[in-house]
């Protein structure tokens, strides 16, 4: 199975972020926090939990939440959920 790369998975936050709350890709970059760039709170946060659950089939820790600051941040749990839990990914071989 081929692991995506950090910018496969920021592709993929960059669709996500655009389907739950109309940021266009080039604002969604590493770097942009996510209260302060992109004006996101608590209850998107959550939202965004939610579609990386359904995107990975990894049910994400909720505690983590409010440790994510970042886009680099969510890249990073979605990178340790692909290598380290399971998780599938848009565009990863199945094996079937």
């Not at 709170?41 to 965004?48: N, T, V």
């Amino acid at each position: 199975m081929s692991v995506p790369s950090k910018t496969e998975i920021l592709s993929e936050i960059q669709l996500m972020m655009k389907q739950l709350f109309k940021l266009e890709p080039e604002v969604v970059q590493p770097a942009a926090r996510l209260q302060e760039d992109l004006d996101l709170d608590s209850l998107d946060a959550i939202d965004l939990a939610v579609k990386v659950e359904e995107t990975t089939g990894v049910p994400l820790d909720e505690a983590k939440i409010p440790h994510l600051k970042t886009i680099e941040d969510v890249i990073v749990m979605i990178d340790h959920m692909i290598r380290h839990q399971g998780a599938k990914f848009p565009g990863m071989a199945s094996g079937t």
